[in-house]
């Protein structure tokens, strides 16, 4: 059996009690070793194989888990935040359908969760935003033409951006030119929920010259948008005016 598990945003202790669980069972770790905070792999047993991935092919883990199969093992595909969001899961699943091995997801905090919890934020305010756009810039992986981020940008909806922190000079223009103002507050974060984190909140025309004097170049989320500003309505959920199902307005 064959655990895909997602270990959270960076902080050791952000992983779910399942993914704990499967950690402590395992019999062979396979890790994202240039993302996965190595903290996590103490929870596995002693004898417990581990593989850093960041070293390997698709077809290298696919015979470690393939191995680990044959032999009666419990293997655990550790990735990054949620493995279901660029976590190139699809083609390792491709590979255990075709193989006959049975396998499930554990799913984890996304480090845009932990991204929002550093900014001490919320993406979706009344009146300012209620979309959430996840994307990436197009590099040395392409991204559809009918997902450019010059398209997205007319929504003008919060966009928290990934792996696209060595690309923020042609972030910037592609979103200005789709419809979002220059001065349209941006924040940085880098390494979210780790001992080391980092923000930088600066504003969608100056992010690249944001990132490059704070030396900023990969594990960092970008977002943009009007969420980052404190003006914002209230909200009905609370509002003592306005019925729910649970309580009755006052008068």
């Not at 949620?82 to 193989?99: C, H, N, T, V």
């Not at 929504?155 to 060595?166: E, I, K, N, P």
């Not at 223009?173 to 789709?178: M, P, R, S, Y």
Request: negative net charge.
């Amino acid at each position: 059996m064959v655990h895909i598990v997602g270990a959270g945003c960076g902080a050791a202790d952000l992983i779910t009690l399942r993914g704990k669980r499967y950690l402590e069972e395992a019999d062979v770790v396979i890790y994202a070793g240039s993302l996965v905070n190595r903290e996590l792999l103490g929870f596995t047993k002693a004898g417990c194989e581990i593989y850093d991935s960041s070293k390997m092919t698709l077809e290298e883990t696919a015979g470690v888990i393939e191995r680990a199969e044959r032999e009666g093992k419990t293997t655990v595909r550790l990735h990054t935040g949620d493995p279901s969001l660029y976590g190139a899961i699809g083609e390792q699943m491709r590979e255990m359908d075709r193989s006959g091995i049975e396998y499930d997801i554990t799913p984890g905090v996304s480090s845009f969760s932990g991204a929002a919890a550093a900014l001490k934020t919320e993406y979706t305010l009344p009146d300012v935003s209620q979309t959430v756009i996840i994307s990436r810039a197009s590099g040395k992986t392409a991204v559809p033409e009918k997902e450019s981020l010059r398209s997205l940008a007319s929504h003008r909806a919060t966009m928290v951006l990934f792996l696209s922190a060595g690309l923020l000079g042609q972030v910037s223009v592609e979103l200005i030119a789709g419809g979002y103002p220059p001065e349209t507050p941006a924040a940085i974060v880098y390494k979210a929920s780790w001992p080391d984190e980092k923000i930088f909140r600066c504003t969608l025309s100056t992010l690249e010259e944001t990132a490059r004097a704070n030396g900023i170049n990969r594990t960092a989320l970008i977002t943009v948008g009007d969420f980052l500003t404190s003006d914002f309505s209230r909200s009905h959920l609370y509002d003592p005016s306005y019925s729910t199902g649970y309580r009755e307005a006052i008068k």
